[in-house]
Each structure stands twice: as C-alpha cells, then as structure tokens.
C-alpha cells in the first residue's frame, strides 16, 4: 500500500503561479509512474500530465504544455507540479496518482484506469 498527499492547492489569480506536492508513505514513490489528473464540477477526471517510474520521460495533456511542469525528487519520496500561467480554466480538483503495473520504467501511464493509488485531491482556483 502507498498513501499519497497532495499539498499545494489555493486561489491564485490567472497568470498566476502554483506547485503542488505529491508526497507519498508506506513505499518509495521511485518504483512508481505518477500522474496528475485534474476533475472539475460536472466533468470527469481528466489527464494532466505524468512522468515515468524513472523519471526519464514525461508526458502532458495539450492544454497545460509549456504551461505544467512535473517533476519528481526520489530522495524526498515527492512528485512535484509547477503550474504557470494559470487560466480560469485550470480550475478544479487535482489528484495525484501512482502505478505499479507496468514493467517498463520508461512507460506513461496516461488512462485512471492504468493506475493503482489515489491521493484525496487538492482544490485549485483560479480567478479571472
């Protein structure tokens, strides 16, 4: 079992700056691919971006490139989401997620469905 958390969440205005955290308990986040999924009100959980088990690779959803950056720093057992230039839109709910299924460390995980642990969610709103 992992447990994941994800501090970070707030009210930012557009063009504004946030970075959330995915900190994980219970196993080493390094043996994981983690994604970022975002669900706002009424909509289904959508892919944002996610980085390989080796960190080798990353992948993101076409409204957040050049905008989100993920990353992940092994020592502290955290994945990490910069996101820039934050529009109203971005505004919703943010899940990180970890996969274990997969034997390729370089492979993305791009579906919910292809992963196994969820984080709560941390709320994210951006004004106009």
């Known amino acids: 079992q992992v447990q994941l958390v994800e501090p970070g969440g707030g009210l930012v205005q557009a063009g504004g700056s946030l970075r959330l955290s995915c900190a994980a308990s219970?196993?080493?986040?390094?043996?994981?691919?983690v994604g970022w999924f975002h669900q706002a009100p009424g909509k289904e959980r959508e892919f944002v971006t996610a980085i390989s088990r080796n960190g080798g690779s990353t992948y993101s959803a076409n409204s957040v490139k050049g905008r989100f950056t993920i990353s992940r720093d092994n020592a502290k057992n955290t994945v990490y989401l910069q996101m820039n230039s934050l529009k109203p839109e971005d505004t919703a709910v943010y899940y990180c997620?970890?996969?274990?299924?997969?034997?390729?460390?370089?492979?993305?995980?791009?579906?919910?469905?292809?992963?196994?642990?969820w984080g709560q969610g941390t709320q994210v709103t951006v004004s106009s």
């Open positions: 219970g196993r080493t986040l390094s043996r994981f691919a």
């Open positions: 997620a970890a996969s274990l299924r997969y034997s390729s460390a370089a492979y993305i995980p791009r579906s919910p469905i292809e992963y196994d642990y």
